[in-house]
Nanobody
């Protein structure tokens, strides 16, 4: 069973930056695409970014493209989400999830993800 644990959430001022980590354990992390999602208060789940397992290709939602960067270090079994130019609309619980083999065409819905972490809180406020 693949397990995912998020970390790095914090309180940050508007315009600030933050790095989230998603650490994989248990079953082999090879072969899994990893996506970052978020859920803001009163809103549904939103796919933020996804990274493929082999070639490292990435996908982003329009709301974060150009501000967020997803990357992975397979040796450390960790996927990162670097967030810059944060604003109050980025406040949410951030989750990572694992989808087998690729960031599928419906990656941002999360419907094909088999494993999820417990989430980490990001609050953007002055």
């Amino acid at each position: 069973q693949l397990q995912l644990v998020e970390s790095g959430g914090d309180l940050v001022q508007p315009g600030g930056s933050l790095r989230l980590s998603c650490t994989l354990s248990g079953s082999s992390a090879d072969g899994w695409a990893i996506g970052w999602f978020r859920r803001a208060p009163g809103k549904g789940r939103e796919g933020v970014a996804c990274i493929a397992p082999t070639d490292g290709s990435t996908l982003y939602s329009r709301s974060v493209k150009g501000r967020f960067t997803i990357s992975r270090d397979n040796a450390k079994r960790t996927v990162y989400l670097d967030m810059n130019s944060l604003n109050t609309e980025d406040t949410a619980v951030y989750y990572c999830g694992a989808e087998w083999a690729q960031c599928g065409y419906a990656w941002s819905t999360g419907s094909e993800y088999e494993h999820w972490g417990q989430g980490t809180q990001v609050t953007v406020s002055s």
